[in-house]
């Protein structure tokens, strides 16, 4: 069985680029809008949940 080493500041360590669709995803304000009201409508169920 051989460990494997991880060396710091190696290639592996840091997180990859994103490509040119996620960045368009993120910046994207009708996605992002949608993506806010699905947040909220989840913690909404989450905190009237807890009060009934």
Known sequence: MKAEKFVPYSEVSFATVPDKSTK???RFWL???YRFVVLNLKMMRIVVGGHS
């Open 31 to 33: 996605w992002q809008l």
């Open 24 to 26: 368009f995803w993120r």
